[in-house]
DNA sequence: CAGTGAGCGAGCTTCCGCTTGACTT
């Protein structure tokens, strides 16, 4: 018999591939490009400004073997379906693929959203052509980053410090940990205090807080009105006037997305990012369990969707069911609604399996993957369960001008908590008292407080401020928090990101410049640009034209300006108040006091003092090259 | 680790986003 020829489908994941041709069996070849095979060149700019934006693409290094592979498969094959991811980054691979492997006349491109037999056979039925538009999109994205890093980067190394960097992504994440920390020195707490009612009834006992005088809400109370109004409450009664009981139910969140599962597992765990990110890739490439073999056992971890696959669906309902019984299942699933800037290219993460459950792994698996796959399998069991249900009651007690606030609540049903204990609260019980009965009074206190300033960001709290303004992509979160701590911009003390004198001097240098850029606002506009391109709107190079033209003057102005200002730096020596300048000496650039020889302080530019965890000098040398 | 530019000059550093190994230690 004559061996008919294959039909070849390019994925960008090999687990994908490998998950697909087991679908699909021996007259597909599925194979993968892992990720981007083209892109501009990493030793210079890469895009001819004159000649309208022209982008230089070269094969990416070490990627030439597998664009080897994909033609040689591409050659033999019947047909070849280009199906990389259904986003804008996945169209403009299918359009270098095509563009490598040269059969136009038997290329096509296929997108599906999930990896699911049916999804796949649908979309090989449905073939269609690269869309340029969405390609264009990519395009744009691309020499727009190009150009503001690969500018800003070597103004950098001029005027501060050689091997610098900066970017439309990494100096807005600088920005926001600095202006934190600016925030927090500028902050003066300031006191206030609080009177609380240690009151009783029958065999409870509870707390109220005064928060009303003549019916009028107080703000914060001096230590004055403080202790006029702790001398007037003395020896009064103190009656129930009004009793409001409401019933509460909290619904779960959503399943994980990337963003928030390296929240969740900093929060619980205090993993990094990286090491998250890294688990996670391994649950979905697959685990060998003992007795099992191989087996994968999450969706993509890179994702910036909520949706999930309808048999998963199905699945977990049946679970819930089974295993808690029909008071814990939603008549119908719960929804969840996908962030409106997502492509939503791939499902929410969750268990392949939700049959498999934590404790059929444990012992099978290491203890730091078991503990991720556990967040991950409770998190989405939880999503599709019912609300808690929690009795809240609010006293209104009055003693004659002051009336003070009790709030009583009672976990009546559990429902998802169950499964994802995403609070600790604990029950606070109040009495069972109609209005106008009298409470015993057991104790009156007064307390000083002061007003805290903001805290630091984590990891986990930049990450979750970048992804609401749109900046980054799941794909980047754990690297820019890389980037940022290895440029010495910004060490790590425990969970805080603090920036050193050195990251405050380039965001400085960068918001004086480039305040359009460094605005957390500027992706955002990027993006409607981008959208408006991929929907053939606009054309991707009237675009770049446009943010380059007010950007290249931008860029001569600050060239002009920093060439004038003499060793210049924004940071004010501690000891007595003059500018802090760049200086250089044997080992490197440092920070000294402008009143020199006056006042000799200096500091090194890279450390913040008193935190131990700085960058040793390590990984300071450039690295080689492939 | 401590510390206050200036011989000359070539060559290097860098972005964001998509994906895994192939390398050392």
Known sequence: MKRRKKDLIIVESPSKAKTISHYLGDSYEVKASMGHVKDLPANKMGVNIERDFEPEYVIIKGKEKVLKELKKAAKSANKVYLASDPDREGEAIAWHIANEIGVPDKTFRIVFHEITKRAIEEALKNPEGIDIRKVDSQQARRVLDRLVGYSLSPLL?????????AGRVQ?????????????????????????????????????????????EKIQRLSKDEAEDIFKRLNGQSFFLDKVEKKQKKVKPKPPFITSTLQQEAFKFFGFTSKKTMMIA????????IPGKGYTALITYMRTDSVRVADHALKSVRSFIKKRFGTSYLPSKPNEYKTSSSSQDAHEAIRPVNVDLTPDDLRGKIPSDHLKLYELIWRRFVASQMKPAVIDSTIFEIKSGDYTFKATGSVLKFEGYRKVYEDTKDKDVVLPEASEGTEFTVLEIKKTQHFTKPPPRYTEASLIKTLEEKGIGRPSTYATIVSTIIDRGYVVRDKKALIPTPLGRIVSEVLVRNFPKIMDVSFTASMEEDLDRIAKGEIQWRESIKNFYMSFSKELEKASENLMKLDNYSPLKCEKCGSPMVLRKSKYGKFLACSAYPKCRNVKSLNQVEGVKNGRKGKNKGYKKRA
């Open 171 to 215: 100096s807005v994440a600088l920005k926001l940990i600095c202006d934190r920390e600016k925030e927090i020195e500028e902050f003066v707490p300031e006191e206030y205090w609080k009177i609380e009612a240690l009151l009783g009834y029958e065999n409870t006992n509870f707390v109220a807080e005064l928060f009303k005088v003549k019916g």
């Open 281 to 288: 890739q391994q649950l979905y490439e697959g685990i060998d």
């Open 157 to 165: 190394w001029r005027r501060i410090d050689k091997g610098l960097s």
